[in-house]
């Protein structure tokens, strides 16, 4: 089994900044490739960035480049999304994920997900 805790949502203003945390935990195995997505009302899930434990692989998808970065600290088995230039359209419950998959870009690849935390951008 494989635990995530996020933590680090909030409000913000729009071109503000936020940094949320995901502490994993259990079956490290289970846990290759770790994925964060987030869902806005009304829409479906998506996927944000991923992030391999092992090399530190990153993929972010295009909305995002260049004002989102995942990263990881093997040592404390954490990984971050540190999010700037945040924009109304970020607004979303944001959730870690863990796969075993070394690829994945959809959440029916994932077998672990975090509670979620919120990330409110205001105009």
């Known amino acids: 089994q494989v635990q995530l805790v996020e933590s680090g949502g909030g409000v913000v203003q729009a071109g503000g900044s936020l940094r949320l945390t995901c502490v994993a935990s259990?079956?490290?195995?289970?846990?290759?490739?770790m994925g964060w997505f987030r869902q806005a009302p009304g829409k479906e899930r998506e996927l944000v960035a991923t992030i391999s434990w092992m090399g530190g692989r990153t993929y972010a998808i295009d909305s995002v480049k260049g004002r989102f970065t995942i990263s990881r600290d093997n040592a404390r088995n954490t990984v971050f999304l540190q999010m700037n230039s945040l924009k109304p359209d970020d607004t979303a419950v944001y959730y870690c994920?863990?796969?075993?998959?070394?690829?994945?870009?959809?959440?029916?690849?994932?077998?672990?997900w975090g509670q979620g935390t919120q990330v409110t951008v205001s105009s």
């Open positions: 994920a863990a796969t075993q998959a070394i690829i994945a870009t959809t959440q029916a690849h994932y077998d672990y």
């Open positions: 259990g079956r490290a195995n289970s846990r290759i490739l």
